[in-house]
């Protein structure tokens, strides 16, 4: 076994990092999970949204072309969000299937759920409760939200070391401080009205939900496979 | 005594190639992020909508 190896690496001590092998695992782990979540938004999130389409009055409709630049922007931003996340998978140390999972749960409590809590995001046609360049505000200080209540929970578990109950005294400030903030969100976020029924925006919602799901459980799974095949 | 890699005038020191290394791919990350899913350009929106929507980033 070669030094430095990942495979002989103790927590704590890094072997040197390669910047193109990490951007290999990641666009390697992304473009299959962006291509599930493409698939995954064909069968559940489209439909309702060009239902809701279609009561907004909006011109357009399924068509190949759509398809495409959905595939696209699917494969787009599942290798943005693995581009992300490689990097912080292999910080932690070797790669395994238990880290990926770890920072796939922080990733989309942080990139999906809170944000999702503070803009209530829907279908096209709902009416939007502040200006774009608002909500968009929004969205970015719920990430940043999220990741200081996963943050602190980081900080905890290094700090109380190997002491009992270390680990869930870390789960429980991180998750702790995330309500708190989800609490803040749903609290103050206004209502958004418009031409679409609300049994459609609900199942646009749980539609969303689930690929966005499928997304984040597909790169946990993937990128420690593609570091340890990939990146130093 | 031969200079090495870390010892040769100029060279970046190790840790700073090693924060350089784990930025790169971030950095790219958020330009990637930021097209898809921000960028306020009309045809950059309409080729991204639906992506938009689905991923709960603020569209229109």
């Known amino acids: ?232 | 005594m031969h200079p090495t890699e870390s010892t040769r005038p100029g060279a970046i020191p190790a840790a700073a190639r090693q924060a350089l290394a784990y930025l790169t791919p971030v950095l790219m990350g958020l330009a990637l992020l930021g097209i898809v899913g921000f960028a306020p350009y009309p045809a950059v929106h309409d080729t991204f909508h639906d992506v938009r929507h689905a991923a709960g980033f603020p569209c229109h």
């Open chain 1, 1 to 232: 076994m070669p030094p430095g190896s990942p495979a002989t690496e103790r927590p704590g001590v890094s072997a040197p990092v390669d910047a193109r092998g990490l951007i290999a695992a990641a666009v390697a782990a992304g473009v299959p999970a962006g291509l599930l979540y493409a698939a995954a938004n064909h069968l559940l999130a489209i439909p309702p949204l060009l239902q809701a389409e279609a009561f907004e009055g909006a011109a357009g409709g399924w068509s190949p072309a759509r398809a495409l630049w959905g595939l696209a922007g699917s494969v787009g931003l599942a290798t943005a969000f693995s581009l992300l996340l490689t990097p912080v998978v292999r910080a932690l140390g070797p790669p395994t299937a238990w880290r990926g999972l770890l920072v796939g749960v922080a990733a989309f409590a942080s990139l999906l759920l809170l944000p999702a809590l503070a803009t209530r995001p829907g279908p096209p046609g709902m009416e939007a409760d502040a200006t774009l360049v608002v909500r968009q505000g929004t969205w970015l200080l719920a990430v940043l939200a999220s990741l200081s209540a996963v943050g602190l929970g980081a900080a905890v578990h290094r700090l109380a070391g190997r002491r009992p109950g270390a680990r869930m005294l870390a789960w429980a400030a991180g998750l702790g401080l995330w309500a708190v903030f989800a609490w803040i969100f749903v609290r103050t976020g206004g209502a958004a009205g418009g031409p679409v029924p609300a049994a459609v925006t609900t199942r646009f919602r749980e539609a969303a939900l689930l690929s966005n799901g499928m997304l984040l459980l597909g790169l946990a799974l993937l990128i420690p496979v593609t570091l340890k095949r990939l990146a130093r």
